[in-house]
């Protein structure tokens, strides 16, 4: 089921290919959903793997997510491209922005490079997402 998720998410090559893509998801289960759409999501973008597409449905569709916040958010900061602002939105939605923005704090000493802007990004879009 996962490589039927990920050929429809494929599948997309315009904006307005994003309601088929969703409506097509939706017959899926949620863990199925989430296991497939959420690490696709934050991985680095590039042709042919619907990077942009799955974060958009996962955002959509609003999966359960079956990792911890903790996780969620050691997983963005490894290779998540901080342009793709529905990553975040989800999370939100899944885990309460008052949580993001209190674990944000709290690791945010522990990081350098690469990950402190991804970790600053992550409160820029809770931010707009008010």
């Known amino acids: 089921m996962t490589n039927q998720v990920l050929e429809i998410v494929r599948s997309g090559n315009t904006l ?3 309601p088929s893509i969703v409506e097509k998801l939706s017959v899926f289960n949620e ?29 959509e569709l609003n999966p359960k997510a079956t990792i911890s916040l903790e996780e969620a958010i050691d997983s963005l900061l490894l290779e998540w491209d901080i342009s793709i602002e529905e990553v975040v939105f989800y999370l939100s939605k899944q885990f309460g922005k ?6 944000a704090k709290e690791i945010k000493g522990s990081l350098t490079g690469e990950e402190i802007v991804r970790l600053e990004t992550i409160e820029y879009w809770l931010g707009i997402n008010t």
Do not use: C, H, M, W
């Open 16 to 18: 307005r290919d994003l």
């Open 31 to 59: 863990s199925e959903l989430f296991d497939t759409l959420f690490p696709n999501s934050i991985r680095r973008q590039s042709p042919g793997k619907g990077v942009a597409f799955s974060a958009y449905a996962l955002n």
């Open 98 to 103: 008052e949580n993001i923005e209190l674990k």
